[in-house]
């Protein structure tokens, strides 16, 4: 690898996410006419950067989430059971708060 490699590639590893394409803030709203027939909650806005700045990325990817967008099937029933938001080392443990403080994911809670 030359100094130019080494010099690009320290460049791209001192690069906040954001700037890598990483999002902020992720906006989880692919189920959201089931949310509306529930008739309780909105789309959950996930604080990926705030997540960023307590864990590594291999803490949640791919152990917990995949990396690509939409391949993940994120739902109340399967954090409940322990996936997702709800694992054991997530919202189903005494490191985060708990996945039934609705309005702290969830938009519009009713």
């Given amino acids: 690898m030359t100094?130019?490699?080494l010099a690009a590639?320290?460049?791209v590893l001192a690069m906040p996410a954001v700037a890598l394409g990483v999002q902020a803030e992720i906006k989880?709203?692919?189920k959201l006419s089931s949310?509306?027939?529930q008739g309780h909650v909105g789309p959950v806005i996930y604080p990926h950067a705030k997540h960023e700045k307590l864990?590594?990325?291999n803490d949640c990817h791919p152990k917990i989430f995949k990396e690509k967008r939409s391949e993940n099937n994120i739902n109340m029933k399967a954090n409940m059971d322990?996936?997702?938001c709800g694992s054991p080392n997530c919202h189903n443990s005494p490191k985060a708060f708990p996945l039934y403080e609705c309005a702290k994911c969830h938009t519009g809670v009713k």
């Fill in 3 to 5: 100094k130019r490699h």
């Fill in 9 to 11: 590639l320290f460049l």
């Fill in 28 to 30: 989880l709203d692919d």
């Fill in 35 to 37: 949310m509306k027939k």
């Fill in 55 to 57: 864990f590594k990325c």
């Fill in 82 to 84: 322990g996936k997702y």
